[in-house]
């Protein structure tokens, strides 16, 4: 099926993942990096997954001025032990995080913002459970060393070689990915035609 937006589409990301994800819908789109400070106060949100919508709206409205045009942000973090596991800096960091994960139920929320015209029209998170496989050390380094977990919040790709490391999951898989199909068509639904 293809879907047609009333307005052209941006993605305000980079993620080839979320380029993939959003082409499955058949939608035409162009992307448009986001030109914003990512930063936050963690202290500042009562419920740490509306970090990742507030960061998905900060995306969406830093490129959302033109007002012919909707804008799609996006955010997603990882999440266990009141820790936001985000992009590990390096190899060992990234090891670190699948250390923590291994055996273990952790949380991966993605925020959705949809802009038009400077203008927030929706956001909201999707939360995602994903339980890991117990791993000894010495795979879990392999893995560590390959350039994939590098720029992964996690440190992990579900949709790559990091599959092997996830059991089961409980609800969107996309989410994971780091764009959750069904709540961004949902915000985009009354723009189709």
Not at 100 to 122: D, E, F, M, P
Request: net charge neutral; charged share 15%.
């Amino acid at each position: 099926m293809v879907f047609k937006t009333i307005y052209p589409l941006i993605l305000g990301s980079t993620s080839p993942r979320r380029k993939e994800i959003l082409s499955l819908l058949g939608l035409n789109f162009s992307i448009q990096a986001p030109s914003c400070d990512e930063t936050y106060k963690a202290e500042n949100f009562l419920d740490p997954f509306q970090i990742t919508a507030y960061l998905a709206e900060k995306k969406a409205l830093s490129i959302s001025a033109a007002p012919d045009h909707l804008v799609l942000g996006v955010d997603t973090l990882v999440y266990l032990d009141g820790k936001i596991l985000g992009k590990p800096q390096d190899k060992s960091e990234a090891l670190s995080y699948l250390k923590l994960l291994n055996n273990r139920v952790h949380i991966v929320a993605s925020g959705v913002a949809l802009c038009q015209g400077g203008t927030l029209l929706a956001s909201g998170h999707e939360l995602t459970q994903v339980q890991f496989g117990n791993w000894s050390l010495e795979v879990l380094s392999t893995y560590a060393q390959t350039t994939e977990p590098l720029d992964k919040a996690g440190a992990y790709a579900i949709q790559g070689q990091g599959a092997f490391l996830t059991e089961r999951i409980n609800g969107c898989f996309y989410n994971i990915m780091g764009l959750p199909l069904a709540k961004t068509l949902a915000m985009l639904k009354p723009f189709l035609n």
